[in-house]
């Protein structure tokens, strides 16, 4: 297993812990309260998807810094070079970012801790299989590239490492630009179903910021690598 997908899985496995410890609290919630039992399971089912998306996006957002260490190690293109110092020096802060959301969060989440104000009466059941489709649907964007991608063509970074000259150039681009189409539907996916402000601003700039660097990349592609 390489670095990068241990990193995924590492993510994966305490997301959908903490997702599963949000489950556990909703079902322990007081049967002779249902009105209040309803409003705070919507409220955690949101911060679930809240705390899904940063747990798993610390482990993706590593994937790409390790790739961009290894692009300044191993390219001699300077647009490429100056493309991982940013990817680097964004991600990195992201990171930080993204674990103290997810710290957060999980206090927020802990007993004694009350979120809403008793609005939203009956909504919790009606959004409750969305909810759970669209963490699954964030799961399955990670576990398709744990299970076929550490890039495009299922390349290992370590594989990648072997590479030199414009061979490596072609191969990083591919795997940069698939890594940042999965970064693009998570962060869609917090749009939709996240309600934290810090995170959902985050996702928004993730958006903005990935796509340009994707357009960029297929732009030296085409430019450099045509047939």
Known sequence: MTSTIKHLAAGTALALALSGAGATAAVASPTHQPSSASAQTGAERHMNHDRHFAVMMVPHHQGATDMAELALQKSER???????????????????QLEAAAQRLAAENTPGHHHGHGHGHGHGHGHGGHGQSMNADMQGAMMGEMD???????????????????????????????????????????????TDPELRAMAEKMIEDQQAEIELMQGWLEEWFAA
């Open 78 to 96: 300077p647009e490429i070079r100056d493309l991982a110092e940013k990817i680097i020096e964004a991600q990195t802060e992201e990171i930080q």
């Open 148 to 194: 076929g991608m550490d890039g495009m063509d299922g390349m290992s970074l370590e594989e990648l490492a072997k590479l030199s000259g414009d061979d490596f150039d072609k191969a990083f681009l591919e795997e940069m630009i698939a890594h940042h189409q999965v970064a693009l539907e998570m962060a869609e996916m917090e749009l939709q179903m996240g």
